[in-house]
Nanobody, 119 residues
Framework: QVQLVESGGGLVQAGGSLRLSCAASGRTFSGYAMGWFRQAPGKERDFVAGIMWNGGTASYADSVKGRFTISRDSAKNTMYLQMNSLKPEDAAVYYC????????????WGQGTQVTVSS
């Protein structure tokens, strides 16, 4: 059974930092693209950052470029999102997801972790 489990969310003051983790299990993710998404109340789920499980160039939403860094540790089967200089508008539920190289769809999703940023 494939599982993606996020952790590391919480309450932080504006300007602070958090590191989210996404522990992956249940299959090999070689060839998969991994992504972080977020959804604020009343808004759609938006792409935040992505990286290939096998490594390579990361991609970011314009709103987080220069502040967030995505990475993965294949030995630990874990993906991370380092979030610095957090702003109130970064508050959302953050999800990790895995995109199949065959279907090009994000087929696997975590349950989400809440990030709250106080001003």
């Amino acid at each position: 059974q494939v599982q993606l489990v996020e952790s590391g969310g919480g309450l932080v003051q504006a300007g602070g930092s958090l590191r989210l983790s996404c522990a992956a299990s249940g299959r090999t993710f070689s060839g998969y693209a991994m992504g972080w998404f977020r959804q604020a109340p009343g808004k759609e789920r938006d792409f935040v950052a992505g990286i290939m499980w096998n490594g390579g160039t990361a991609s970011y939403a314009d709103s987080v470029k220069g502040r967030f860094t995505i990475s993965r540790d294949s030995a630990k089967n874990t993906m991370y999102l380092q979030m610095n200089s957090l702003k109130p508008e970064d508050a959302a539920v953050y999800y990790c997801a895995a995109r199949s190289p065959r279907t090009l769809r994000y087929e696997y999703w975590g349950q989400g972790t809440q990030v709250t940023v106080s001003s």
